[in-house]
């Protein structure tokens, strides 16, 4: 008897057996119906053996196996791998690379069709031929006519009548249910690739040298610099003899403009998102034609890591260096770290592409184990890298946290006709809110952090547990009727801007005001057109947008993090101050950068002002040498989270008592984490170190089965590589 290991989707990290019973013979990957205690749940296959553990009378045949058989081999050893090396139940991480649908036990319901297109009888009938009062189904007609084909949801878009009339158009033959078809070819040429520049010549030959096997490609350009033409042509060769291509991008918001440019280049190529913004159904759909094959370019953010992909023939892995290819909770995995280990295990190239490199993988390209390939100069032939200047906050008098330099640069842009942007990290009105007379700020009862004023709505919101209360009338300790907001926020930047500039056109870009599903997009392309002469704007515009009228970048107070405890902060605000400066000047006006800093001379600025990123990593390398941190150390982290500070930390000193010894490993003390207080829960945790990653992986291994049962009403959890302290 064949027995089935079946992978669930529960907190205990084993496979459970069953028999295939009637089922015949059922393939590794596939998705079958257990019953499970008293439920029925969904599982997948993990392994197929001969023997069981359990006596053959409490084995239980599969109740059904659905024949979409989702997780073919290669995709389930990657998730395998992902399980041990995260220390994450099996079940939980191979569930998860499911869509939603296909995790849960209802009926699949796969026969309905996803598409629909016309027949030649459809094709035939002229808009005339329809009644003038089957208004929905003129619409229909001429949009199947002008897309080819329609999905669903597509259709469900045109009029909540549409679906009903496509169902009439089968009906009378007019139309038929495409099924998974491919997206019929657009309609518009492909835009004509430009000439590459030399160096861009070499990172494709480079590349294209070597196809077929696994390695890793580290591509450091500037930015604008044209690494997306980069990826382009490769994926261009590379698909002409077939396959797939995986893009991943760390932020939803970036994935419109990166579509659109690869539909304009590969308009006869079936290419397809994976995101959370999908719904449930646009999300399987598309799920459904990368695992089949027939989508040929798959985009999306982290999740779309775990897409099985019979043909994966390259992984692109765009702003690799970007903290959201780590996920903060459950299965705490880094998607670009997972993405060079499925090359590896594809025997297919991986391209990692950044302005500011990761330290981790500037390392490793330095240390040769990845490929560096460097794009030094902007693409376009005219477009310099801008001037940046750092403004002394020291000696410049502040009004409304604006210097009178950035005002005066602001005023000569805006009497050019440009435009400019000031960056700034915080939405909201003010950072806190505070009482003159007694020193009383404005703190989050269930986080230790402070309430940020919103002044237009008249309340105080804590950024990280969602919070939120009126703004009090009077001080709560001493009432004082005179509270007043302290520091700077998008929103008073916006209202000093507009006191300073009445005839400017000023727009705001942050979470608050790009709250709706479509505002992002609409704003974006407000400043394309050059209706916005200001913008405000947090690091949601930082990334990746190109615009073409933008010459002038103001970075107000951005020394937060220089003298952070993080030992990565510095890196991080290179980055970003660097992703923010690379806004300026990306076409043929030349573009200028003024940071606002109290610190002119800290060697970080230097280096940005010099853009010399290789440089400052070579810097930091050297202090995190000196210090033992990574990439000179591999580390793992156990949280703690209870109602109790001292509950916590009593958990983090008993798993300290109990770590097995014998392994070249170091563990500190526990701590409060840097953000003690969460959302009304306190968090801990303790670090352990040690030079050998397989070292550390051995030493987690045992560690955490001798944590199993010891946490009591303590939420822990093991985090590798840890990026949040
Ligand atoms: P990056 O991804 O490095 O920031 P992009 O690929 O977005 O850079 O390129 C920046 C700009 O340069 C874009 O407007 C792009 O169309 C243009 N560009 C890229 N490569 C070339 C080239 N070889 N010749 C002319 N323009 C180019
Ligand atoms: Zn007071
Ligand atoms: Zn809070």
């Known amino acids: 008897m064949k027995i089935l290991r079946v992978a669930l989707d529960v907190p205990l990290d084993t496979l459970f057996d069953y028999s295939s019973g009637e089922a015949g013979d059922v393939p590794p990957g596939a998705r079958v119906l257990v019953s499970f205690g008293r439920r029925k749940m969904v599982g997948v296959v993990a392994e197929i053996t001969e023997h069981s553990d359990l006596p053959p009378e409490r084995i239980k045949p599969v109740l059904r196996v659905y024949d979409d058989a989702p997780l073919a081999g290669e995709i389930l050893r990657l998730l395998r791998f992902c399980a041990d090396y995260y220390h994450h139940p099996l079940g939980e991480v191979v569930l998860n690379a499911l869509p939603v649908a296909l995790r849960q036990a209802k009926a699949a319901a796969p026969a309905r069709a996803e598409c629909y297109r016309l027949t030649a009888a459809g094709e035939a009938i002229g808009d005339s031929e329809l009644p003038a009062r089957a208004a929905v189904k003129r619409k229909l007609l001429q949009a199947l006519k002008l ?67 696994f390695q890793v490609w580290l591509l450091h350009g500037i930015t604008g610099s044209g690494k997306t033409e980069v990826y382009l042509r490769v994926i261009g060769q590379i698909l002409q003899n077939g396959g797939q291509v995986l893009v991943l991008v760390p932020e939803i918001n970036l994935t419109p403009q990166l579509e659109g440019r690869f ?3 590969f308009p006869h190529l079936a290419q397809v998102s994976l995101h959370s913004r999908l719904s449930a159904g646009e999300r399987l759909r598309n799920w459904r034609l990368a695992q089949s094959g027939r989508a040929r370019i798959v985009l999306g953010t982290r999740l779309a890591l775990f897409t099985p992909l019979p043909g994966l023939a390259l992984i692109v892995v765009d702003e690799e260096h970007d903290g959201s290819f780590k996920q903060q909770d459950g299965l705490r995995y880094s998607a670009r770290d997972m993405a060079v280990a499925r090359g590896k295990q594809a025997g297919v190239p991986v391209i990692l592409g950044s302005a500011t490199p990761a330290l981790e993988s500037w390392y490793n390209a330095r240390s040769d184990r990845y490929r560096l390939l460097e794009l030094p100069d902007r693409a376009v032939a005219a477009a310099v890298l801008p001037a940046i200047r750092c403004i002394d906050t020291g000696r410049e008098r502040l009004a409304d946290g604006l210097s009178e330099p950035l005002i005066a640069a602001l005023r000569a842009c805006l009497e050019r006709g440009e435009q400019s942007l000031v960056f700034i990290n915080r939405r909201g009105f003010a950072p806190v809110m505070r009482c003159g007379q007694c020193g009383w700020i404005s703190t989050c009862h269930r986080c230790s952090s402070r309430l940020v004023v919103h002044l237009r709505d008249r309340r105080l919101r804590c950024h990280h547990c969602g919070h939120e209360s009126r703004i009090p009338p009077a001080c709560p300790d001493c009432g004082n009727a005179d509270l007043a907001p302290i520091g700077q926020g998008t929103q008073r930047l916006e209202e000093t801007l507009a006191g300073l500039f009445p005839a400017a056109r000023i727009l705001r870009v942050d979470r608050d005001s790009a709250r709706r599903k479509e505002a992002l997009p609409a704003m974006l392309e407000r400043i394309h057109a050059a209706e916005v002469d200001i913008v405000v704007g947090t690091q949601l515009l930082a990334k990746g947008h190109d615009f073409k009228n933008l010459t002038l970048v103001g970075v107000v107070n951005a020394d937060g993090a220089l003298y952070s405890a993080d030992f ?55 202090e995190r040498r000196q210090a033992g941190f990574p990439p000179f150390c591999h580390q ?17 000193k008993k798993a300290r008592a109990v770590a097995p010894a014998d392994f070249d490993v170091t563990l500190f003390d526990p701590v ?10 306190e968090r801990a945790h303790l ?23 010891l946490g009591g009403n303590v939420r822990w959890a093991l985090d590798i590589d840890p990026l949040e302290f």
């Open 147 to 213: 897309a080819g084909t329609l999905t669903r949801a597509e259709i469900a878009a045109l009029s909540p009548r549409a679906l009903p009339a496509v169902k009439d158009f089968v009906a009378s033959g007019w139309a038929e249910e495409g099924g998974l078809t491919d997206p019929a070819p657009a309609a518009v040429p492909a835009s004509p690739p430009p000439p590459l520049t030399p160096a861009q010549d070499q990172a494709v030959s480079a590349i294209l040298s070597q196809p077929g096997r």
């Open 263 to 265: 539909r304009a280049r």
């Open 568 to 622: 990565r902060a510095s890196e991080r605000l290179f980055a970003q101050l660097m992703q923010v400066a690379g806004r300026a000047g990306r076409d043929v006006l030349p573009g200028e950068v003024l940071i606002q800093t109290q610190f002119p001379t800290h060697p970080l600025f230097q280096a940005l002002i010099r853009h010399d990123y290789a440089g400052f990593a070579q810097s930091l390398l050297a």
């Open 636 to 652: 793992a982290l156990l949280r703690a989270e209870a109602g109790q500070l001292d509950t916590a930390l009593a958990f983090l």
């Open 672 to 681: 409060p984490a840097q953000m003690a207080r969460l959302a009304g829960k």
């Open 687 to 709: 670090l352990v170190q040690a030079a050998s990653r397989s070292v550390l992986q051995a030493f987690v291994g045992k560690w955490d089965q001798a944590l199993t049962g």
